[in-house]
Nanobody, 121 residues
């Protein structure tokens, strides 16, 4: 099993930036595909970005050109750099680990507790 702890959320104005971190512990970090997801009030959880075992990223359309997913295997840490933030990016952001390179929540086995991101206009 792997334990995931997110950090780095907060409140920013539209156009601002945040960097989220996800620290992994337990099982070997580089055995898993990793992803960032978010859930806004009243909406289903959706995939934002994923990174495979080979390090190749994959983004949802809403994240392309603004968000960057990266990982530091030596630190067992996943990152999400978010630039040009919009009010519609407001959500709880979760990192997840799984065996599949996907933006589907069902493909991930382990989840963090989430970190709140609030973007004001």
């Amino acid at each position: 099993q792997v334990q995931l702890v997110e950090s780095g959320g907060g409140s920013v104005q539209a156009g601002g930036s945040l960097r989220l971190s996800c620290a992994a512990s337990g099982d070997t970090y580089n055995r898993y595909c990793m992803g960032w997801f978010r859930q806004a009030p009243g909406k289903e959880r959706e995939g934002v970005a994923a990174i495979g075992l080979d390090g190749i990223p994959y983004y949802a359309d809403s994240a392309k050109g603004r968000f960057t997913i990266a990982q530091d295997n030596a630190k067992s840490t996943l990152y999400l750099q978010m630039n040009s933030l919009k009010p519609e990016d407001t959500a709880i952001y979760y990192c997840a680990a799984g065996s599949w390179y996907s933006l589907e929540t069902s493909k991930y086995d382990y989840w963090g507790q989430g970190t709140q991101v609030t973007v004001s206009s």
